[in-house]
């Protein structure tokens, strides 16, 4: 039988679901529901994503920890989406063991291959947000939403070996061994590739609401 794969992003647990989760979701589900109508053997995810600086410090605020502050929100988003008829396969939460479990798994394994090294990020830190904030988000040089100067700080971190696996990537996707559909999508991703994007941290040395990386005491989500 044919398999099918289909996922939403996972959304991020800092808030109540609104219309645009739910656009993406029941996008989702029609293709699912279409692909097993085909006979296809479909398996269909969905997800919060429930770490991070941004949800610590909400969790802070309304002076409970971060697991029940996840746990109530979590609870919401899942009844919403059975209250829309949402037939997905599987619901991951990224505070739950056996995701936890994976991810240090998945660390692990990059990381005896060699793909993992230590180095330092150097980014704009908005004290405001607690995290990092991209150049393009900035409005006038500020913050949005603390209209703030954000610091260019470096901390230490763990970095992926992106730049390694990028030419391999490229040429599946120019053979159509990795499909990328519309068009100009994959005409995107190819022009990120060529853009020459340097490897991307994967651990953040300031949040300490995630899942801890085994090879040092640095969290990463
Ligand atoms: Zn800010």
């Known amino acids: 039988m044919d398999k099918f794969y289909i996922t939403t992003p996972i959304y991020y647990a800092s808030g109540k679901p609104h219309i645009g989760h739910a656009f993406s979701l029941i996008y ?3 293709l699912a529901r279409w692909q097993k109508k085909k ?5 269909f995810t969905a997800g919060t994503d ?3 600086a941004k949800i610590a410090q909400k969790a802070e605020d309304a002076k409970i920890n971060p697991q029940e502050f996840v746990d109530e929100l979590a609870d919401i988003y899942t009844d919403t989406w059975h209250a829309l008829g949402i037939e997905y396969s599987d ?3 990224t505070t739950s063991a056996r995701h936890k479990k994976s991810a240090q798994e998945f660390f692990k394994k990059i ?3 060699g793909d993992i090294y230590e180095g330092e990020y150097e980014g ?3 004290v405001g947000c607690e995290n990092f904030v991209l150049e393009r988000n900035l409005k006038d040089g500020l913050c949005p939403d603390h209209k703030t100067v954000p610091q260019k700080i470096k901390e230490k971190n763990f970095f992926f070996n ?8 490229k040429e599946k996707i120019i053979k159509g061994e990795i499909k990328i559909s519309p068009e100009s999508r994959k005409n995107e991703t190819l022009s990120i590739i060529e853009s020459n994007i340097g490897d991307f941290s994967v651990t953040r040395e300031s949040v300490k ?13």
Not at 162 to 169: A, D, M, T
């Open 50 to 52: 429930e770490h991070g």
């Open 39 to 43: 006979g296809k053997n479909v398996f």
């Open 28 to 30: 989702a589900d029609v």
């Open 111 to 113: 990381d005896e291959a």
């Open 91 to 93: 619901f991951i939460r």
């Open 162 to 169: 992106l730049k390694k696996y990028l030419p391999e990537v």
């Open 209 to 221: 609401w995630g899942i801890p990386f085994l090879r040092s005491d640095l969290s990463g989500a």
């Open 124 to 126: 704009l830190y908005c």
